[in-house]
């Protein structure tokens, strides 16, 4: 009897369990998938929170051009009407993506898929390029299918053009010089170069030597210029395809390789890398990125040039690149806030802070711990406010593509290492 009680008592305590573990199987799936996929968790996470509008609008709306948040424009940038941008497809891409990263106008989209849908659609490895003026308005889109043939949508009068392009794959290098007189932009446009060119060679010679700045005065420099041939007549504004610059006895010498960025004399790319997040881990999204975004409740007009992160107050913020903090302040609706430099092309913006651990004119390290986060300003609960741009324009900072510092691969490395030589002695100066 004894015995056989014993028994009940253990199937009991069995069944119990069985219980137990399947009451809590969903709680450990959801809790190990987010921690195997913390990203899509917390996009995921996300969609939960757009349908709440008290999470939605976790702030005050900010504008775009607030001359306190953002930076201002340098000697080249000033000359700057509009800015070339580019973007290479992944696998699956589509243009309504790209529009999204970019925070381009969906309008634009549209008009253009009503002059020519069949263009639209994309490739994996093909490159759409595009033109945007200072206030972000698209002005003409390039979609690269191949050497040979490129769609073109021009903006005339607000409606899109559509123009099929081909180039011939014959092409002439040509090589121009200078020397910096009063500034290089100057000297630069006096020989002919393009505000697209001197902007290319701006960008790439950057953590070399900043041609804005007045330092450069006597410097000289050798440009090669590759440019498209049709029939007689060399068509297009050529292409920046070799740099020789010669500051202060330092000669910085740098070549595009065939992926389309510029590298080093070692194979070292001239870009810098950039961190995805500023944080230790990940943290909920509480407000997408979304340049036309509008309030569901009021249907105003309500963008969002960055990504809330709902980080408790005093998370440590880190720089997700090497770069110069250009200000540190306090706005009555971003709160406490941060903007830090980053080459030429990338800035990035941190709000609603509780302290700034760095000063302006600061140079930092990808990394570095530079604030705490907080809750200032007009927010309506602890979060980061974090923002990339990109040439001054807001792009989505979760998704965008970024830049990576690398080497030119092993196996291709030798021969960029013999072409630079033999180019580079064309371009002496
Ligand atoms: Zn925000």
Redesign the pocket.
Known sequence: MYHSQQQVDVKKQLRFRAWLFFLLLPVMVVVSFAFIFPNTFFSLSTSFYFNNIQNTF??AVLERDDPNLTLEKDAIDQQQIQLTYSHKVKSGETLADIFKLYGLNNDDLLSMIKVRPQAIPLLNGQVVEWKQDGSGRLLSMQIHRSVRLSSSYIKEKNQFVFKPLLTTSETKLSIVEGRVGRNFYQSARAIGLTRDQIQTIATALYWQVDVTSPVTIGDKFAIELEQNIIGDETVGLGKVMAIRYQHRGNDIQVMRFNDGHFYYANGMSVEKSLDRLPLQRSYPVS?EFNPHRLNPVTHQYAP?Y?T?LATPIGTAVYATGDGVVKKVGDHPLAGKYIVISHGRVYSTHF?HLSQSLVKVGDKIKRGQKIALTGNTGRSTGPHL?YELRQNGQPIDAMLAPLPTQKMIPASQRHEFIRQIKVRMSALYI
């Open positions: 976790s702030e407000s969002h960055g809330d709000f406010h």
